[in-house]
């Protein structure tokens, strides 16, 4: 949830920066319903304090006995319009991104921007196969016993790939915890509460499987991350706190994208390690650097060339204010492709999760900031590893650092 103060008091402003994410969101009529709001609760204010007035008068007659009554009847009425115009006003506040910040580029997926890149694109002097062909050769992965057990979209790994998912983990969760992320295990279902904390409901309702019981399965480690501290005041010293979690993940989004996006790419379940941060307002630009810099130190270990893509305001999550992409270079798609999205999230998600700290300064309550990345989603790596990996035989030769890593365990 935005900062409706913004809105107060800098509407021009902030209308034109919340288009900037998202050019259909009705922020004129946002700041109506604030207002009505705001009209109404001074006017429910206004009749309680008349009304205590009266109570408080030492001789009730009639006459006052008869306006009390009428003022609790105004009172019942205005009362009943304000949690109205409430309701009305959070129904489109929960709807409403998180507002870019200023160095967010304008427009969506054509005015991203590169801003680094790493690695030579790998040049082959034979026709590059995608990872679906490669598959057929090295049997990583199978989706058709995966589709006679859950449908289609589903992938199973055959103990190959698994050892490689396992290692590909394995650096993963060495690297964030020289970086000072502490690893957790959070449960992979989770309440619709949690889902409005992290921002997924109800923007995104339906992207998510439910149980009968009405737990959901996470559709990133992100959702659980955020309820680890929600409704909690931290202290300025515990700052900044840095979590990191391999977990499954679930969503429904699988399917109608494409070529591009076909095997792998895009599927139901997936695996991916998170990385999840909780900072003061004023370190989490430097943070979000620093989370990118995780990312791109594991694809450095394995070779795997790369660029970094600071996305428009259009292309951005719903919840995030800034947003860096990591694409992995896939020679048998001739393009780049997401392996890990970095977003600054400000107080979006600390703002409906009331995740605070105590200054030590002050001693006054503020908002915190959030922060997510992908640290990676490993079916996509995998890719990128048979794609940049293979060999004019259709074999696949794996970096050094993976391989090692591979030879210690099995």
Not at 94 to 114: A, F, H
Not at 212 to 230: M, Q
Not at 278 to 306: F, H, N, R, W
């Amino acid at each position: 949830m935005i900062d409706l103060h913004l809105l107060r008091t800098l509407p021009a402003q902030t209308i034109k920066r919340l288009a900037k994410k998202d050019p259909t969101f009705p922020t004129a009529e946002l700041i109506a319903k604030d207002t009505i709001v705001r009209e109404l609760q001074v006017a429910v204010e206004s009749l309680r304090s008349e009304k205590n007035a009266l109570s408080k008068n030492g001789a009730v007659t009639p006459e006052i006995r008869e306006k009390s009554i009428a003022l609790g009847k105004q009172l019942k009425e205005e009362e009943a319009k304000l949690e109205a115009a409430q309701e009305s006003l959070n129904y489109l506040w929960l709807r409403c991104p998180n507002i870019p910040e200023d160095t967010v580029p304008e427009g969506n997926k054509p005015e991203n921007q590169t801003v680094r890149s790493w690695g030579t694109i790998p040049q082959f002097d034979f026709q590059p196969r995608n990872h679906l062909q490669l598959n057929e050769i090295n049997k990583w992965f199978d989706l058709d016993v995966a589709a006679k057990m859950s449908g289609a979209q589903f992938v199973y790994y055959t103990p190959t790939g698994t050892k490689i998912i396992y290692a590909l983990t394995q650096m993963m969760l060495k690297n964030n915890a020289q970086r000072k992320f502490l690893p957790v295990i959070p449960p992979y279902l989770v309440t619709e509460k949690a889902l409005y904390n992290g921002g997924n409901l109800p923007k995104f309702e339906g992207d998510f499987y439910t149980t009968n019981d009405g737990l959901n399965l996470i559709p990133t480690a992100e959702v659980s991350l955020t309820n680890i501290h929600a409704d909690q005041i931290l202290e300025e010293s515990q700052l900044p706190i840095r979590y990191t979690s391999w977990t499954s993940c679930f969503r429904r989004e699988a399917g109608g994208y494409g070529a591009a996006e076909r095997g792998i790419i895009r599927i139901h379940q997936f695996e991916k390690v998170e990385l999840y941060a909780i900072t003061k307002p004023q370190d989490s630009a430097a943070e979000l650097e620093y989370m990118v810099a995780s990312g791109q130190a594991i694809l450095q270990q394995l070779g795997l060339a790369y660029q970094v893509v600071l996305l428009a305001g259009q292309d951005c999550s719903f919840g995030s204010a800034k947003t860096y992409d990591l694409e992995v270079w896939l020679p048998g798609q001739n393009r780049f492709q997401e392996v890990s999205s970095a977003s600054n999230c400000t107080d979006f998600q600390a703002r409906r999760s009331q995740i605070r700290y105590r200054s030590l300064e002050t001693k006054k309550n503020h908002l915190l900031h959030t922060l997510n990345a992908s640290s990676l989603a490993l079916p996509r790596l995998m890719v990128a590893l048979m794609e940049q990996g293979q060999q004019a035989d259709g074999s696949i030769k794996l970096p050094n650092a993976l391989q090692e890593i591979l030879d210690s365990m099995w």
